[in-house]
């Protein structure tokens, strides 16, 4: 072992270490007694809610299990973070808790909320969401709007705990055993699969709230909304593809989602031309820009399928030539 490694985690003579092994990768070793420092969050006075918010955040996505939180100048922010914890991340728990302070504790990963299974409930909640938003046009409801905008909360808490999950993976390799993945490289995609349904979700909000908007009455004109509509079926396809993902869908979808593109801004265009000057067309193209995001967000995770079929490379050994 190397000295200096050896005495930054205090092994000696027949002190005890993990071997972690992988199909085609380098061989880890690890002290087996070993745990995670823990996360501090300091807040000043003058610090605003959503600074503290974004600090929090940041540590729990860290991957920290214990975060101290001290709060110098009062318990305001502190009593709004305990309503905000309970919003945006899973697992956390109060376990002490004082005037000028508190300690959270962050569970280990679920074994029943495996990244795929993270983002399949994503996805699905995003899907519905995009069709809620869409069929509110057509029949607005305040309370189905503020409904939409908690389901929007939830995806946010399941994306948070998977960048989580990753992170924790990169510091402790054992754990990704627990979360189910055979390859760490796979993370990667998935990641960048959550922040699409994330943003998918944020849209599905966005037309959502057009919907209630007291300064029109939705029309459905010409083709336009029958495309909109088109969205919704692309992005489902694009979730299923991205949890098993096939070479040859994944290529014709991203194909035909050009297609559906090009359709969407056609039929936008036709309808600007049909639009009286009472029309208010505003929000006709923020309805189209937002649509236009959800198909742009499944082509990007129908990329990611694809490459998460192509084979990665592998550590070979190097054969010597014969002298």
Not at 14 to 30: A, H, K, Q, S, T
Not at 95 to 116: F, H, I, K, Q
Not at 172 to 179: E, G, I, Q, S, W
Request: glycine fraction near 4%; include cysteine; charged fraction near 30%.
């Amino acid at each position: 072992m190397p000295k200096l490694w050896a005495e930054r985690f205090g092994l000696e003579r027949g002190g005890e270490v993990i071997e972690i092994e992988g199909e085609d990768r380098p061989l880890i070793l690890m002290p087996k007694n070993v745990a995670l420092s823990d996360g501090e969050l300091v807040i000043e006075p003058g610090t605003t809610l959503e600074q503290a918010t974004r600090m929090l955040i940041s540590l729990y996505l860290a991957g920290y299990e214990t975060i101290v939180v001290s709060e110098k100048g009062g318990v305001a922010i502190q009593r709004a973070l305990k309503n905000l914890i309970r919003r945006w991340l899973v697992g956390v728990e109060v376990v002490d808790e004082r005037l000028d302070g508190m300690v959270l504790s962050v569970m280990r990963l679920y074994e029943n909320l495996t990244p795929l299974t993270v983002l399949e409930r994503m996805g699905t909640m995003a899907a519905n969401m995009v069709h809620d938003g869409l069929s509110l046009l057509e029949d607005p409801s305040p309370e189905e709007v503020a409904d939409l905008l908690d389901r929007d909360d939830e995806v946010d808490r399941f994306y948070h705990y998977l960048l989580r999950s990753v992170n924790a993976s990169l510091i402790d390799p054992r754990t990704l055993k627990a979360v189910e993945v055979p390859d760490p490289q796979v993370l990667i995609g998935y990641t960048l699969v959550a922040r699409s349904v994330e943003r998918v979700a944020d849209h599905a909000t966005t037309i959502a709230s057009i919907s209630v908007d007291k300064s029109w009455k939705f029309e459905p004109i010409g083709d336009f909304y029958g495309v909109c509509l088109e969205s919704e079926q692309v992005f489902r396809k694009a979730v299923e593809l991205v949890l098993k993902p096939d070479h040859r869908f994944a290529l014709s979808s991203l194909e035909s989602t050009d297609e559906l593109l090009t359709k969407l801004e056609l039929s936008f265009s036709e309808l600007q031309s049909r639009c009286s000057k009472q029309d208010p067309i505003v929000l006709y193209r923020m309805l189209f820009d937002n649509v236009k995001r959800v198909v742009e967000y499944s082509m990007d995770m129908f990329e990611i399928a694809l490459n998460l079929t192509t084979p990665k490379p592998r550590m070979i050994p190097i054969k010597r030539p014969q002298s």
